[in-house]
């Protein structure tokens, strides 16, 4: 029912413009209108569990169904957006048969996404996300896309269980990028590649010949023994592991085992190092 206070202030704001005609549209000229693909703000007004109500300065609300607020599956609206939050979408459909702005936010996001993701991967650099799903043969990471971590790219070695990594951050390369196909492929492990790499030449250049270091046995060979001195693995041959004479390392040292042993020498082009225990 209209008030009489309502009508009032009706009869007035029509006084003042002139007839309801030119009131009807001034009150249009303040309003915005959109094109399906735009790329709108609005702010949040209410959350429901099927969808989310934004004021975007349009005759009606805009509606962002639940399936269009994120790439996560299934996400609570309510832990996607808050009341009175600023949110960037973009038009899917001016008016459904409803009459309501359809919008996505995770569409907005998602263009974005691309644009960053591109100049990134152009950079050689590295993005971070958190791991929102583990799926067949690897890892899903939300950096603004779905990114798809495969578990041989990880970790340095392959891992097996990737529970853990759900809801971890991790930071990782662009291995490949095609957006006509809405495929981005991570590697953890390049990035891990890297690091190794630098602090192995960091390490490397410190080593000397003759130095006496400390090591962990990390794997015997018919050969001898590996021995990892924190930085790089450095081998033992079998004929410098006893005075004595032995068939096998395994003989003298065991997997874990720390050890003591001398440098011999450093091949810094090819990153190897040999070593001796019977030496020290």
């Known amino acids: 029912m209209t008030t009489n206070t309502e ?4 009869q007035i704001a029509i006084d003042d413009i002139g007839s309801a005609e030119d009131f009807l549209a001034a009150v249009e000229k303040t309003l915005k209108f959109f094109n399906d693909g735009d790329l709108i ?22 509606v962002i169904p639940s399936r269009e607020l994120s790439i996560r599956h299934d996400a609570d609206p309510s832990e996607i957006v808050s009341v009175g939050d600023s949110v960037e979408a973009l038009v899917l459909q001016k008016e459904d048969k409803e009459g309501r ?10 263009e974005r996404a691309w644009g960053d993701v591109e100049k990134i991967k152009e950079a050689d650099g590295t993005v971070e996300g958190t791991v929102i799903e583990v799926v067949k043969g690897g890892l899903i990471v939300d950096i603004g896309l779905r990114g798809f971590l495969p578990a041989s790219l990880i970790e340095l070695r ?3 269980d990737l529970a853990p990594y759900l809801g ?43 130095q006496i270091r400390t090591g962990i046995v990390s794997s015997i060979v018919n050969f001898g023994a590996f021995i990892d001195l924190g930085g790089v693995d450095g081998l033992v041959h079998v004929s410098e592991l006893s005075w ?4 096998h390392a395994s003989e003298v040292v065991e997997i874990g085992q720390e050890v003591t042993v001398e440098v011999l020498e450093i091949d810094n082009d090819r990153e190897r190092v040999s070593l001796s225990l019977k030496a020290t």
Do not use: C, P
């Not at 702005?101 to 998602?110: C, D, E, N, T, V």
């Not at 662009?174 to 890297?194: G, Q, T």
């Not at 004595?244 to 068939?247: D, G, L, S, V």
């Open 41 to 62: 703000e609005g702010i949040v007004v209410k959350i429901d569990r099927d969808e989310v109500l934004l004021d975007v300065g349009y005759k009606t609300e805009g």
């Open 158 to 160: 392959r891992v097996r």
């Open 244 to 247: 004595k004479h032995i068939e």
């Open 101 to 110: 702005l359809i919008l996505s936010k995770k569409r907005a996001q998602y």
């Open 168 to 210: 971890q951050k991790v930071e990782a390369k662009i291995l490949e990028l095609d957006k006509n196909r809405n495929n981005v492929v991570l590697s953890r492990r390049a990035l891990l590649e890297e690091s190794q790499s630098a602090n192995r030449s960091t390490f490397l250049a410190d080593l000397a010949k003759g």
């Open 7 to 10: 009508k009032a202030i009706k």
